[in-house]
């Protein structure tokens, strides 16, 4: 079996073998290929059952000489456990074990495909949070006219106050801007409309806070203006952001069955569709969770990537590629030089 | 020029002549499309400055005979108008007028494709609220694997007490019932997961009101349901739901953008996309405004849709025919009789 690789300079990304629907299989693939996709940079401690782990990593692929060490942990936690009670109940989860491997120095950073509230639980509570940030984040990507939008808080927070829409504007721009190059990311505040005194109290509130932010601040933008690309972030509650997500997740799916549904009894058109499938799944792959890898919690000490329940081994590998990059990019020491206790 | 038709029996719709970003050559056109589409059961009374509609009305087309009234009004409240500085300032504004018609009781409905704003808060001022409504609201569709579902609230109101929340499930259920012919609509509460203690304490307390209603309430629903069909009706506060709307509106000219991309430098993979793009067309078509015409204001003492800003011929014609059919199926009548003052 592989062991511990402690080589310098390889950033070390604990790996919950047990997180998803389709675990650990496509945990196992995903890390096999992110160590191929990266030789000499990574290094993976996948965290799981050690005796099952053994059996499932195949012999073959060089599997025995990747830098791929197996961590005991004896419990999982479900899609279906409450995150709180099951963070008390299984001390020895996987999520918990994979998580404090960064606290003990022995990893940087930890992804996992599992529950998603249990995942942002118990990254708070163990690596704990950012001085000076009230509410850790999550953020959601979303394709847009003019590449990516990150749309932050994606769900973490359902009632927010204005001074965590600011964090979240802070800490989604920090973010866009390390990795994705982009020298002063625009941010927009999601609102009803563009003039600054719409929308609830808070999110005028926000609008005030974000304007003498020094960020690259576009003021307002609106549902359809994220799609559009105006803005490189979109600062939204928890509750509006967790929706969109999932309602944007469900666009490809509902059109399928659309086209499905318009060609059923059609054989002439169906054959007419055929050649135009690809450009059609090419369009749509844009709305699609696998290409994104997961989402990011920022604002805690250390790296935590929260992946979809359904991933592939391709978003499991891009969930680890980008866990190194936000390791190396210093992501945590910018957002500390940014925070200002409240 | 057509002269007041009052025949017993007709369903008498006022028409916004100037409301919408083409107006008000398809607002004319809508009208006389309606009248063409309903020649026994409509009127209408087209609102807005006399000469000008007098000449922007065809001669053909049977139009001097139609039961089509001019009703003057000289101001027009603009799409850049703030709602309430208007109304106070452009008293024979075309909305105002428009309104009007219905508590003089010269007209049973009032449509407009205009400021969304100031037709909302006119609509409330003039018409008044039914009682035990304490705040009227906007439905939108969207197009659902099982039909069609009614998000309400859609931005009538941004912040909302449970109570609100209530009232727009039960006047959402009245209307979708009545309109769709839906024996006991499905209803549900958007929320981030589908446990009842998820959410904001507003929609954990909505969640309890909902549950004792009455009501055929499902539960919390999530932003992916919406699509799947899982509820005919779907709460929220008009917050998240003016964001999902127009998120929404935006799709169609996403995907558009996406596959002209994909296939610009492409001739050959362009060329085999024709013969799919009517079915893609179709496909889209169900996130189109325009097949639903418009969207109901519920909760007022009378009948008011108000329609997107970029209405063609048709969606004004399917709005004035959706004004009738409120009319008809008796709405409000039904929506008092469930109100119960709280």
Chains 1, 2 share one sequence.
Do not use: W
């Not at 964090?167 to 721009?173: C, D, L, R, V």
Request: overall charge neutral.
């Amino acid at each position: 079996m592989p062991t511990s690789s402690s080589d310098i300079g390889r950033v070390r990304v604990a790996v919950d073998a047990m997180g998803g629907d389709f675990a650990p299989a496509n945990v196992i693939r995903g890390s096999i290929d992110a160590l191929a996709a990266d030789r000499e940079g990574l290094e993976i401690l996948l965290v799981g059952p050690a005796d099952r782990l053994r059996q499932e990593i195949p012999a073959g692929e060089g599997g025995r000489e990747l830098p791929l060490t197996i961590v005991g942990a004896s419990e999982v936690i479900t899609m279906k456990d409450s995150a709180t009670a099951a963070l008390k109940q299984k001390k020895d989860s996987t999520i918990a074990v994979g998580l404090r491997l960064q606290t003990d120095h022995r990893a940087d950073a930890f992804v996992s495909a599992g529950n998603t509230g249990a995942v942002m639980s118990a990254s708070t509570l163990i690596l704990g949070r950012i001085v000076g940030v009230a509410r850790p984040t999550i953020g959601a990507f979303f394709p847009s006219e003019s590449g990516v939008c990150l749309l932050v808080d994606a769900g973490a927070n359902v009632d927010c106050k204005p001074r965590h829409l600011l964090e979240f504007g802070i800490m989604g721009s920090i973010y866009t801007s390390a990795m994705f190059g982009i020298g002063k990311p625009a941010v927009g505040l999601l609102n009803v409309g563009e003039e600054e005194s719409k929308g609830t109290e808070a999110v005028v509130e926000a609008h005030a806070l974000l304007s003498a932010s020094g960020l690259n601040f576009i003021g307002n933008v609106e549902g359809r203006d994220i799609l559009q690309g105006r803005a490189h972030v979109v600062v939204c509650d928890g509750f509006t952001g967790n929706v969109l997500l999932k309602f944007g997740e469900s666009i490809p799916a509902f059109f399928k069955g659309r086209i499905s549904g318009y060609v059923a009894d059609k054989p002439l058109k169906k054959l007419l569709m055929v050649p135009a499938l690809g450009t059609f799944r090419s369009a749509m792959k844009s709305l699609d969770y696998e290409e994104y890898g997961g989402v990011p919690l920022l604002g805690v000490k250390g790296v935590s990537i929260i992946g979809h329940g359904k991933s592939t081994p391709k978003a499991v590998m891009n969930m680890i590629l980008k866990a190194k990059e936000m390791v190396e990019k210093n992501i945590n020491g910018l957002i500390e030089q940014a925070m200002v206790p409240a």
